[in-house]
Every structure is written in structure tokens, then in C-alpha cells.
């Protein structure tokens, strides 16, 4: 499958715990996009890596971090968790940093449940 | 700041009927405009673009400036469209999406 892959599918832990989310975009893409998907908060956008630099920042919470290796791989850190991180957490990528044309590919996202 | 707002959650209709699914904007600058489809087991996946004027499995969409809608249309619906869509704009750089809440189209026999 040369498309967006995430690892893990499924991932339950407790409060005050540290998770990472791994993302491997298409191939030929070079941005990353980390989104999540809540119930309360529906689909939003938390950050973007474009050839392993940060290019935009959304809604991320400060306990939050990511980045971008140089096989353009990216990991999201999730720390100090709390009841409220638990969602689905997609990666997209991109073959430019910007654009109209700029089409999104989805990877099928991570489950986080915090108990 | 950008906002998007899809008014129904669930829109049911029969085979063959017409489905308008609906999309309002806020945002200041000059958006561009998508609409993205989920279909049951699958991931979230571009439908069309404004800016490309396309028709994708027969839907249509137009951006009206005026209404600052961008609204879904097919004239005739099939069972195989049932799925969930998201009405998104990107910002001017291109490179954040801002997703309304989605609406799930369920497509009667």
C-alpha cells in the first residue's frame, strides 16, 4: 500500500500518560498534517511539517508536540494525557507545502482512548 | 477566522431522488473551497474543489460568494453514495483545512 499509513490503529492508556502516533505519508509527498477528531470538536487541524520543518500550527494544545524525521516520517507526541484527548487522530500529506491544487491524502487514523 | 458549518447531521432520501447537501463559510479572505466524502471502512478522501469547476460521481458544487455557501448537489442519488461528507476551506497559504461537522447521507433502496 503506497498510501498514508498510521501505527498504531488502536491505542488505550490512562490519564497522565505519553502516547506517540507514527505517520508514514505517500510516497513523492514531503508535508505531513496531523488532524483530530472528536466528538465535541469534530475534524481539526493541529499542525503541519513540511520536508521536516513546522510550516503551520492549528489548534494544538501545548502537550502536544510532533515532527518530521528526514525519511519524512512524523511522530505526534501526546503527554500528560487527559479524558478529553481521547479521539481519532488522522495524518494527511501532501506533495507541496501550499496550495490551491494542494490535494490532502488520509491516512485511516489512530484511535486514542484515555481512561 | 475561518469557520465552516454544515446545518444537517443526517440527510436521508430515496434512490433517485435529488440531494442537496448544505455548506456556510466564514472567512475573510478569498476562499478556497472542498468537499471530502468518508465512505463506510474507508478513509476521508477529496470529492471536488471549487477552483477545479468539476463533477465527480455526478455531484456539483458552487461557491457562492454572495450566500457564502458551497453547497452539494446531485440530481439523481444512488444507494452508493451514502457515506459521510465534509464541507472544508483552506486558508490562503492552502496548507490548513477548517472542516464543518459533517453530514451523514443515507441513500434509501
Known amino acids: 500500500d503506497s498510501g498514508v499509513t498510521q501505527t498504531p490503529k488502536h491505542l488505550i492508556t490512562a490519564t497522565g500518560q505519553r502516547v506517540t502516533l507514527r505517520c508514514s505519508p505517500r510516497?513523492?509527498?514531503?508535508?505531513v498534517y496531523w488532524y483530530q477528531q472528536s466528538l465535541d470538536q469534530g475534524l481539526q487541524f493541529l499542525i503541519q511539517?513540511?520536508?521536516?520543518?513546522?510550516?503551520a500550527k492549528g489548534n494544538i494544545l501545548e502537550r502536544f508536540s510532533a515532527q518530521q524525521f528526514p525519511d519524512l516520517h512524523s511522530e505526534l507526541n501526546l503527554s500528560s494525557l487527559e479524558l478529553g484527548d481521547s479521539a481519532l487522530y488522522f495524518c494527511?500529506?501532501?506533495?507541496?507545502?501550499?496550495?490551491?491544487?494542494?490535494?490532502?491524502?488520509f491516512g485511516p487514523g489512530t484511535r486514542l482512548t484515555v481512561l | 477566522a475561518q469557520r465552516v458549518t454544515q446545518p444537517e447531521k443526517l440527510l436521508s432520501v430515496f434512490k433517485g431522488a435529488p440531494v442537496e447537501l448544505k455548506c456556510n463559510y466564514s472567512?475573510?479572505?478569498?476562499?478556497?473551497l472542498f468537499w471530502y466524502v468518508q465512505y463506510s471502512r474507508q478513509r476521508l478522501q477529496l470529492l471536488l474543489r471549487?477552483?477545479s469547476r468539476e463533477s465527480i460521481k455526478g455531484f456539483t458544487a458552487d461557491l457562492n460568494k454572495g450566500e457564502t455557501s458551497f453547497h452539494l448537489k446531485k440530481p439523481f442519488a444512488q444507494e452508493e453514495d451514502s457515506a459521510m461528507y465534509y464541507c472544508?476551506?483552506?486558508?490562503?497559504?492552502?496548507?490548513?483545512?477548517?472542516f464543518g461537522g459533517g453530514t451523514r447521507l443515507m441513500v434509501k433502496p
Open positions: 494527511a500529506s501532501s506533495v507541496a507545502a501550499s496550495s490551491s491544487y494542494n490535494e490532502q491524502f
Open positions: 510516497s513523492g509527498d514531503l508535508s
Open positions: 511539517y513540511y520536508n521536516g520543518e513546522e510550516r
Open positions: 472567512y475573510s479572505g478569498s476562499p478556497e
Open positions: 471549487h477552483i
Open positions: 472544508a476551506l483552506t486558508n490562503n497559504a492552502g496548507n490548513m483545512l477548517t
